[in-house]
């Protein structure tokens, strides 16, 4: 009776174990999801904090002026943090480095830097030629940090 009582004890732990994993990596993926939809315009539901990513309260404060460029810096930077785990994202993130420019009105907002950096760090080959592109470009306002060219693969 006690070798069942053990049986049934391990059962239960690996079980709890099991979902905890699967609750982990569902809230992972709706994160990703969640800063896709962030990056290409969507709800800001994520702002840097430190050196992590955290949830945004609603109406957080008074509207910054570029706050969607802001809100798709966050995003960037969120994914980059994430590094190789947002390998499902670059297609996204490579779409946003031909949507976006970095924007230079009061000063420079590195919208497209952060993107292109965040491309580098999830460390996907198949970004490079859509770097080297943007690189090549005449485009005044990519001023990309040369930096990120360290961290592709």
Request: proline share 7%; net charge negative.
């Amino acid at each position: 009776m006690i070798m069942m009582d053990k049986i049934w004890l391990i059962i239960s732990i690996l079980f709890c174990s099991f979902s905890g994993a699967l609750a982990f990596a569902n809230e992972q993926d709706d994160q990703l999801n969640d800063l896709v939809s962030q990056l290409n315009g969507g709800q800001c539901k994520y702002k840097i904090q430190g050196n992590s990513f955290v949830n945004r309260p609603p109406f957080s404060g008074v509207l910054r002026r570029n706050d969607n460029e802001y809100c798709i810096i966050d995003a960037a930077q969120a994914l980059s943090m994430m590094g190789p785990q947002a390998r499902s994202a670059v297609p996204d993130l490579i779409e946003a480095l031909n949507k976006y420019h970095n924007i230079e009105a009061d000063g420079g907002i590195p919208v497209r830097s952060e993107i292109a950096l965040a491309l580098g760090k999830v460390g996907d080959p198949s970004a490079i030629k859509p770097l080297i592109a943007i690189l090549n470009s005449d485009d005044p306002a990519t001023f990309l940090d040369p930096t990120w060219a360290i961290i592709l693969p």
